[in-house]
């Protein structure tokens, strides 16, 4: 072993030793945080941008959306998820040196390789050399993180900050056919989470799925063009395709039915022990029937979708964020949290915050 | 919950139950499967495609590579991870329908969103709507996913399909600028492993780390652009640009260092224990120097670089499949399993096969 050690000699880095299997150890929601980039864009500048027969009274009546938030020209994406973790850190009170392991649920990240979890790492200053992911997924993809957080603190690790949220907005010069249905449900909207340990189950129970016959009812189709091999795409193949809002809108409501009894059955609960609700609102009204549904009353779970639109990956913790920030979600509550990826993949938790 | 109750008798899916945590569940690795485009295109075929001024004999001398393979125009990623998993699932001897849960480690996939990991149930035609991931990582992506689905067994899972490759050579038509330094390198290809449950700790220890300092070493720069807002991009911002084959080539030794020194004390074991080593081959040279430098022999690894060239997230995988197919690693051996993201992420493990 003395030729490894001597490679090693001229790193001056310093590497986590690792951790043995600590199965004793449970994870619990420590803090959160968010970053909004500057720009609102009212639904009167998007018609008037995309030149759309269209009026703010009526995108407001059928999506329930005043604005939404754009990112600035080239700023990259692990700019704002380093916003948002710097606030997330400091409201928990640790130090990024502290950290143990970065998961980011993107789009398509700064880079696509390597993971823009590592960006974020440089950005920060972690000197650590922790391990960092990036999973791809959409609207219930920072649920799939949050898994992978709790794995790794069951597994040994203390901190594990989750990362969600990307350019999702597209640019008026990005796109060559405008599609009204879905021109004003995007907003760009990054957030964070910050998973720690705790010598309690706080998590009660998780349940995640797919139903595949769904594959096509939401997509960003940009993967076949590398395929097919051409490379005169249009850039709508980088936009959210939603051809039938209304199958999205049922299959939305189907997952919250699945995902909530399965929930409850795995935690022996039912309703009444359910003191707030967190989920997705790919619409104001998919926010409000799954409260409806639930037989909650809209003060038990919040929206942000009439400021911010569909943030895709950060939809649930900005909401979460905002539950907490206004005080609305209080320690010692019981929690059932979930995200629904237009039907195709749901994912979620019951939890004591 | 009436109301929940009745969204759900619309729906004839079968969804899985969810299962209660078992920690005394260990996971082990069961087998492995492959997919290799048909299509093998030499040196000279390169040389002559895309009019460079080179010789097989050379490239064969500097990056030991002869040939590699090359996705057909048109054809999905996910029918290829497809082809692979079927492979990987005959030879456990398991059916389609007992896998709990699909992790992919990809580039570009399929489309963008949902992941491509669900396509693959669908194309499976897998009926039970269970969890699927995509994660997104290069070299060392697939031990990311093997160690979430390592977590998976732990918490209960029985049977966690890890899939990795992509298409990663360019195109003639799909490169401005050609690079003879990286030209040569990628290859096209697929992969597929099967882990399940044990009652016996199989995986000794894992180990991940990154080196942010590293992010520029090696990248696929597509996500920024989307940042920019310009839509007017060279094809070459979704081709692998390694600025420094010489740093790369370093800086995987040292992952291998940084690994292999963690992963031994992890498992209080010394290179002595180590039967058998797979790792990731960037090139013929780097493979060469990781054994060497380990004080193993060329019989104690594989590397399929000379035949397959560098296949991204599906080059460990390929090498694991090779080294079982060909008999030389054997149930029992104690196995050393390592990735390198270029020196910027690493992950592995040692495990009795």
Redesign the interface.
Known sequence: ?S???S??T??S?E????R?LD?SRHAMMLATGAALPEEIVTNENLIGELDLVASDRAVQFSLGIRERRR?A?????SKYLCDAARQCIERAGIHPEQIDRIVYC???????????S??V??RLG?RR??????????CSGVL?AID?AI??I??GDDYVLVLGGD?SVG?P??RREVDTRTAFLNGDGFAAVLLGPSDRPHFK?????????L?EL???????V??????DFS?DV?N?AMPDGRKIHKSV??S???L???L???AGM??ANIDFFITSDQTRLVWQDQV????LSESQSVSCFHKYGNT?AAMVPLNLNEAIETGKLKRGMTVMMMGH??G??G?GFIFTY
Request: aromatic share 6%; charged share 15%; glycine share 10%.
């Open positions: 072993m030729a490894v050690a490679v090693m001229g790193s880095k590497y986590p030793a690792g043995a199965v990112a020209r080239g700023v990259p994406v993107r789009l398509f990240g700064d880079h696509s390789v390597p993971a823009t590592l960006r790492l440089q972690v050399g922790i391990p960092a992911m990036d999973i791809s997924a959409a799939h992978v794995s790794a069951n597994a350019i640019r010069e990005a129970c998780r349940y995640f799925y797919t139903d595949s016959d594959y939401a997509s960003i189709p940009f993967g076949s590398i395929a097919n091999g051409s490379m850039p980088l959210l409501l189907e919250c039915a699945i909530s009894r399965r409850l059955e795995l039912t309703m409806k549904m639930l037989g895709v990826g237009a195709a993949s994912g």
